[in-house]
């Protein structure tokens, strides 16, 4: 069994990072992308002392934008795509994104890009098809990109080249020939659906060439990605499409029999009907895990570490009949627990993943976590209720919980506390010794100086953003996922903060000494 003193090799110093989601970066395209702003944003990390960047998930996303419902857990998402580098590449010209730079600077209009964006893509996929040598050069052979990834490429972009032709219905409503993926419906494509896969696989090659290019930079500069992955996957989704039978899927192609959600909780009394397809832990086991595994392994060609949303749905999930549309009314069904755990660690020895244990937490789930060897979640918005045995004070965290003050799903804490009632921002207050004049910096400096061995700051934080910043509100559909930093908030961060965090870093150890070591050689 393993330990929660033994902390896997990524949280093995004191450390910090920063909570930004790529879309929210700046950018002349309509959504913050994989070009300039990300890496002046990871010379801004370097800079200021932080060794993460943790984002949301990265996949194609679908009704509703958000991130953790997507098409497909191994695709990136198209949007994030650096057209300036296209434009060197000679495929597209700046004419060409007329429509996507027209895009407001300050948020996100999803509207407006699903309208804009594969107009403009197919340009430049028409021009790749015709000359593909300089952009061969920078980002490597086509085919080969094809070949190393078709066990989910190709799914993927058959399941988008049948969506479109098919109205942008869910793959449940497509004709019965064509419910479930076989080698046999992508041969059988027509022209015009076969130029929208081909279209789809041209995009994918360009996001994860360009997310190398990233990354790779990223590394240079001593920053590592912390990347997210919804415990569940969308239900219309080519995962679920491709292979139904690991889901609790009802009279095939029919639905699903019964969906995932949580019960009344503090993001919301009515609890969370979330409508995602549940596993079929049976099969699942029955192979192994294969496809979990595999689903890993693909996260960790992106990303350094993986925080896994919801970690209680290994130890038991909430199960909601899809005759109601009450959250209320599902119960609890017990899930694969250590067992999945115990073969994962045998693929995974070095365990990059953080686990998302917030909300409602038994000390099953806990000692679940704890015996898989996995670090936690703590969130100091949810200290501040009066209760000195909180388990999210300062003084009662652990080294083996990851310290958030807020995250993609929280309000800011300038928002949280100028909303919460008197006794909340009181007891703020009076446990940091504060007058509460400047709530996100009162808690940044605070949670530096715990024993969480990593401690991780959302960006509109370090900007002392309100709640116009709120990037996600659990149980709101729509709405969400817009907001986005200028192009002068980064420049004045760089400029203003940069020095002070990484004063801040050092004095509580949360510097890494190969950093100390490079800017003492420079000096």
Known sequence: MRSSLHLPSWLNSRSSGVLLHVTS????????????????????LNVAGFQFWQICPVGPTGYGDSPYQVFSSSAGNPYLIDWNALIDLQIIHIDDLASLRSHPAHDVNYGNLYEHFYSSASIAFSNFEQNSELVESRYGKFHLFIEENKSWLEPYCCYQALKKSSLNKPWWEWDKQIRKFSV???????????????????????????????????????????????????????DVWEQPELFQVDTYGEGFSHVAGVPPDYFN?????????????????????????????????????????????????????????????GKWEKGPGIDFWNVIAKYFPTLPFLAEDLGLITEGVRSLRESAGLPGMAVLQFAFDG????????????????????THDNDTTCGWYHSSDDEVRGNFRSY???????????????????????????????????????????????????????????????????????SQAEISGRLAKKSITSIAKSC
């Open 184 to 238: 046999s419906i992508l041969s059988s494509l027509s022209s015009t659906q076969l130029g929208t896969y081909k279209l789809h696989l041209f995009l994918q090659y360009i996001f994860f060439s360009q997310w190398k290019e990233l990354r790779d930079y990223a590394h240079k500069k001593e920053v590592k990605i912390i990347g997210d992955l919804p415990i569940y996957v969308a239900p219309d989704s080519s």
């Open 25 to 44: 970066l700046p950018g002349e395209f309509g959504i913050g992308n994989l070009g300039k702003s990300s890496f002046e944003y990871i010379d801004f």
């Open 432 to 502: 940091f010794n504060i007058p509460g004049d400047f709530p996100s910096w009162d808690m940044l400096r605070m949670a530096y100086r715990t024993t969480a061995q990593l401690v991780i700051i959302p960006m509109q934080d370090l900007l002392s953003l309100g709640s116009e910043a709120r990037l996600n509100e659990p149980g709101h559909s729509f709405g969400n996922w817009t907001w986005r930093m200028s192009p002068w908030q980064l420049k004045n961060i760089s400029v203003e903060c940069a020095q002070y965090l990484r």
């Open 269 to 329: 009394e009515d609890g969370q009907y979330w409508g995602n397809p549940l596993y079929d832990w049976s099969v699942h086991k029955a192979d192994g895990y294969q496809w979990w595994i595999k689903r890993l392994e693909s996260q960790l060609c992106l990303f350094d570490v993986v925080r896994i949303d919801h970690f209680r749905g290994f130890h038991d999930y909430w199960s909601i009949p899809t005759d109601t549309s009450d959250a209320k009314k």
């Open 387 to 406: 209760d000195p045995e909180n388990l999210y004070l300062p003084h009662n965290l652990s080294p083996d919980l990851v310290l958030y003050t807020g």
